[in-house]
Nanobody, 122 residues
Framework: VQLQASGGGLVQAGGSLRLSCAAS????????VGWFRQAPGKERDFVAAISWAGGTTSYADSVKGRFSISRDNRNTVFLQMNSVKPEDTAVYYC?????????????????WGQGTQVTVSS
């Protein structure tokens, strides 16, 4: 199983970016998917998650109202990032959870993508 995160790049503060996470097969068919991020020298933190059916989402307080997670009917999950801030700068990882429930706990995720760099300039 492979997860491919893409869409990262350099963006100015206040701008938008859309990240994508694609699975090599139907990994997401019964699994929640989450996005995490890791800044240099810091822990990998939860950003957002979506349930396997897409009906339930969860967000870190730091991104509520600015980021939105969604999924299509196939194998792709998206993270729409609006009104980005310099503190959003990090490597963003997508991950597939062990079960269908959207969860913020990292230990509930057993498949991880390689990460995509997001840099927000002030």
């Amino acid at each position: 199983v492979q997860l491919q995160a893409s869409g990262g790049g350099l963006v100015q503060a206040g701008g938008s970016l859309r990240l994508s996470c694609a699975a090599s097969r139907r990994t997401f068919s019964n699994n929640a998917v989450g996005w995490f991020r890791q800044a240099p020298g810091k822990e990998r933190d939860f950003v957002a998650a979506i349930s396997w059916a897409g009906g339930t989402t969860s967000y870190a307080d730091s991104v509520k109202g600015r980021f939105s997670i969604s999924r299509d009917n196939r194998n792709t999950v998206f993270l729409q990032m609006n009104s980005v801030k310099p503190e959003d700068t990090a490597v963003y990882y997508c991950a597939a959870a062990r079960g269908p429930i959207a969860t913020a706990q990292r230990y509930n995720y057993n498949y991880w993508g390689q990460g995509t760099q997001v840099t927000v300039s002030s």
